[in-house]
Structures are given as C-alpha cells and as structure tokens.
C-alpha cells in the first residue's frame, strides 16, 4: 500500500477505508459446523464492533469472538473466543487493490466547482431581499439595505465578508433578516416561512430556517 499511494497506512486508517481484517483458523475437529468442507482451515474475517475497538485500542494480540463459518455465515465463537497474534492479521488482495483503484480515481478526477454554491449560500442580493421580504414591512427596506448599519445593528443580517467586494456584491442572511422583521417588526413567522417556500432562491435556505425554528423552540 506504501508503493502504491506513497503513504503509510496504519490498521486504523485501513479499517477507516472498510477494508477487513483477517486471521487464518486452522480446521479444529471440535467445531464441524465452523469449518463444514473447509478441512484445511479458512480465512475468518474480523468485523464484530467489539473486536475490531479491542485491535485499533492497540491490544497485544488479536481476540475473535464473532467471524463469520466458511460459507460465509455469521457465526459465535466459543467463549473467550480465538485469539492470535498480531502479526498474524492479514488482507484480501482484492479489497486493497480496489482501495488503491478508488483513491487513484479520486486523485485524478478534477476539484468540485463549490466556489459557485458557496458564494450563494453566503446570502441573497438586494433585488432577492426586496422580492422576499419587501411586501411583508411597512418600512422602507430598500433604504435600510443602503444603511451603513445593514439592517439590524452593526453588519446585522448583512454578510461582511461580501461587503469588501464592493456595494453591487453585498449579499444579506435571509435567516438573520426574516429573524430580525419577526423580532423588530412583528412580521408573523408564518408568512416568513412563506416567503422560503414561495421563492425559488430561498429554497436552499429552507431546512436551515426551519432547524433554526426548531432550536429556537417556534
């Protein structure tokens, strides 16, 4: 695995990427139904929460106490279970060359264009804010978007980091602005909501305004 991405990998940062441990279990005569035709012992995978916390919490030794038989069965071992050693632990070939298929993949395919959806996620516009939100004060809106104090004291619902790019690319927090018109101005909540579903440039503000009703026990 070192060859192939030019980095160490630990058993944690293995078992992270769901690749499964292994431990080699010789035939045992007593425990017929664990091995069925598998006379010559079988590769029993280590998957059993409990198991795989004691090997990542840095154990001396390998302790199995859920595998699954050699037809693939999920099976109970014996009380205390198995145990080996750890240098004993082994990988299937094929579970890490698809590991190393995946992470190649992913090293190759080009960066996500996110720089779009997060400038839009920042805020809306003052032609957004005036069609959401204008109909629902009786003050002037327009006129307070132009404010120095941005709606609401200090930067208020206005996003300060779109401010430095000059007064065209000011965008605002519809979830701070519809906050403070029910906190300042009585606009009922209800019709705030409204407003999240009614538009189409607020509906991917939607679930955060109603979790931050939620938290706010509304």
């Known amino acids: 695995m070192l060859e192939q991405t030019g980095s160490p990998w630990t058993l944690a940062r293995l078992v992270e990427h769901d690749i499964t441990p292994y431990v080699w279990l010789d035939y045992d005569a007593a425990l017929p139904e664990l091995f069925g035709e598998a006379n010559g012992g079988y590769a029993a995978p280590i998957f059993f929460e409990g198991d ?7 154990s001396d ?4 106490t859920i595998t699954k038989d ?27 060359e698809r590991l190393v298929g995946r992470l190649k993949h992913a090293a190759a395919a080009p960066p996500p264009k996110v720089a779009t959806a997060q ?10 804010v005036m069609t959401a939100f204008a109909g629902l004060v ?12 941005g709606v609401f004291g200090d930067e208020g ?7 430095k790019k000059g007064k065209a690319n000011t ?35 939607k679930y955060e305004w109603d ?6 026990g509304k």
Request: aromatic residues 8%; positive net charge.
């Open 138 to 149: 009786k003050i002037d809106l327009q006129q307070a978007l132009l404010e120095a104090c």
């Open 70 to 96: 050699a037809y693939k069965i999920v099976a109970r071992l014996p009380a205390p279970g198995f145990t080996r050693q750890r240098h004993e632990l082994r990988f299937l070939g094929k579970e890490l």
């Open 157 to 163: 619902a206005r996003v300060k980091a779109s401010v």
């Open 211 to 216: 979790q931050t009703l939620a938290l706010l």
């Open 61 to 64: 030794d390998v302790l199995i």
């Open 119 to 128: 400038e839009s996620k920042a805020g809306i516009n003052a032609a957004q």
């Open 52 to 58: 795989i916390a004691r090997l990542l919490a840095g």
């Open 171 to 205: 965008v605002w927090n519809p979830i701070t602005l519809a906050l403070g018109l029910n906190d300042l101005y009585r606009v009922p909540l209800g019709r705030l909501a409204r407003a999240f579903v009614a538009h189409d440039f607020l509906h991917e503000w």
